[in-house]
T-cell receptor, first 115, second 115 residues
Framework: AQSVAQPEDQVNVAEGNPLTVKCTYSVSGNPYLFWYVQYPNRGLQFLLKYITGDNLVKGSYGFEAEFNKSQTSFHLKKPSALVSDSALYFCAVRDINTGGFKTIFGAGTRLFVKA | DTGVSQDPRHKITKRGQNVTFRCDPISEHNRLYWYRQTLGQGPEFLTYFQNEAQLEKSRLLSDRFSAERPKGSFSTLEIQRTEQGDSAMYLC?????????????FGPGTRLTVL
């Protein structure tokens, strides 16, 4: 069965510092991996995805994520955090070998960036 | 605005009543998804449509829940005989297809409160 774990409920970082939001996954086959962000009173927005190829993927707003197959991780990173990055971040996985489109989301990590 | 829209945005109902939610996906998207999100959790997959065909349905979706997408455009999610445990945010998302790797575009959600 597919599953996603986001081990940190909350991440605090000072503006200008690098940030990492952690995600590990479990699928029986090969994964498609996604990061979404949810700002207050707004719907979830797509940030980036890993499908195949280069393990480092770049996305919106300066975010990037690194796929690590041996550690089954897909951590979200940004070199320099902004206060406006404060939001709720969700990691998600889809098992491409099952042939379906069921996407499993993690419980979310709240990011606080302090000025 | 050409994003995913949901109606109503908020619904308060009494236990035992039926409720229906509507989702209008992005016009050229042929895939449509319903999720449920409770406080502190990520979205939980409920069901998925490819055009008008409902292709996958979660075990979370009891017999009281039904979803339709009659013409492959908008979709409705009906909950019969609502229970307090149905209180949640119901999210709709769409994606263009035809590949399996496409990200989802989410609507703002319908918040259901069952008294």
């Amino acid at each position: 069965a597919q599953s996603v774990a986001q081990p940190e409920d909350q991440v605090n970082v000072a503006e200008g510092n690098p940030l990492t939001v952690k995600c590990t996954y479990s699928v029986s086959g090969n994964p498609y991996l996604f990061w979404y962000v949810q700002y207050p009173n707004r719907g979830l927005q797509f940030l980036l995805k890993y499908i195949t190829g280069d393990n480092l993927v770049k996305g919106s707003y300066g975010f990037e994520a690194e796929f690590n197959k041996s550690q089954t991780s897909f951590h979200l990173k940004k070199p320099s955090a902004l206060v406006s990055d404060s939001a709720l971040y969700f990691c998600a996985v889809r098992d491409i070998n099952t042939g379906g489109f069921k996407t499993i989301f993690g419980a979310g990590t709240r990011l606080f960036v302090k000025a | 605005d050409t994003g995913v829209s949901q109606d109503p945005r908020h619904k308060i109902t009494k236990r035992g009543q039926n409720v229906t939610f509507r989702c209008d996906p992005i016009s050229e998207h042929n895939r449509l998804y319903w999720y449920r999100q409770t406080l502190g959790q990520g979205p939980e997959f409920l069901t998925y449509f490819q055009n008008e065909a409902q292709l996958e349905k979660s075990r979370l979706l009891s017999d009281r829940f039904s979803a339709e997408r009659p013409k492959g455009s908008f979709s409705t999610l009906e909950i019969q005989r609502t229970e307090q445990g149905d209180s949640a945010m119901y999210l709709c998302a769409s994606s263009p297809g035809p590949g399996t790797e496409d990200e989802q575009f989410f609507g703002p959600g319908t918040r259901l409160t069952v008294l």
